[in-house]
T-cell receptor
Framework: DAGVIQSPRHEVTEMGQEVTLRCKPI?????LFWYRQTMMRGLELLIY????????DSGMPEDRFSAKMPNASFSTLKIQPSEPRDSAVYFC???????????FGPGTRLTVT | AQTVTQSQPEMSVQEAETVTLSCTYD???????LFWYKQPPSRQMILVIR??????QNATENRFSVNFQKAAKSFSLKISDSQLGDTAMYFC????????????FGTGTSLTVIP
């Protein structure tokens, strides 16, 4: 398996623009997680899905952030409109209810100017 | 809420020496899992080792081993024969088994292996 795939790897955008981050989990995994990592706040859980259904989105910063999982092999995290304080590395991770450990993608480094 | 504490923001060790990273957690649960993840400068998060709370035997993976003290809620990581490639940020994580696969991460320990 190729592991968790994220795209793009780097994204630079201007304040006010819409940003869409994409994730393909490992085949057969039924959990998907979106994290944000910054120097100031460390690793934060934004939202997670189980069998494509959002379970806990309490970590989503505000209404500008939204996440979807239309099927078992694809998820998106959208920021609209983006702000400079959204600059961070965004990770997607997936796991199985049989094994528990989370497998992380390579991350997307987002810079909002 | 579950909390995970890593009290050592930064550590260093000489190559070939042994180093221990500390982690404590707070929970009222009896069944859970604990993990150590490594994040090298490439920023990829890599699983190092995992421990099931119901197992008394400490987990071991090659040069990496844990000292799991359930009563003390302590889960330290020992790295033996440290190598330059071990230089990374290390995160401790806790997961309950009865409420989904959600992880609670510590703030991390930055480890530098000195040649």
């Amino acid at each position: 398996d190729a592991g968790v795939i994220q795209s793009p790897r780097h994204e630079v955008t201007e304040m006010g623009q819409e940003v869409t981050l994409r994730c393909k989990p490992i085949s057969g995994h039924d959990y998907l997680f979106w994290y944000r990592q910054t120097m100031m706040r460390g690793l934060e859980l934004l939202i997670y899905f189980n069998n494509n259904v959002p379970i806990d989105d309490s970590g989503m910063p505000e209404d500008r952030f939204s996440a979807k999982m239309p099927n078992a092999s694809f998820s998106t995290l959208k920021i609209q409109p983006s702000e400079p304080r959204d600059s961070a590395v965004y990770f997607c991770a997936s796991s199985s209810s049989r094994e528990y450990e989370q497998y992380f993608g390579p991350g997307t480094r987002l810079t909002v100017t | 809420a579950q909390t995970v504490t890593q009290s050592q923001p930064e550590m260093s060790v000489q190559e070939a020496e042994t180093v221990t990273l500390s982690c404590t957690y707070d929970t009222s649960e009896n069944n859970y899992y604990l993990f150590w993840y490594k994040q090298p400068p490439s920023r990829q998060m890599i699983l190092v080792i995992r421990q099931e709370a119901y197992k008394q035997q400490n987990a071991t993976e090659n040069r990496f081993s844990v000292n799991f003290q359930k009563a003390a809620k302590s889960f330290s990581l020992k790295i033996s024969d440290s190598q330059l490639g071990d230089t990374a940020m290390y995160f401790c994580a806790f997961m309950r088994t009865n409420t989904g696969n959600q992880f609670y991460f510590g703030t991390g320990t930055s480890l530098t292996v000195i040649p």
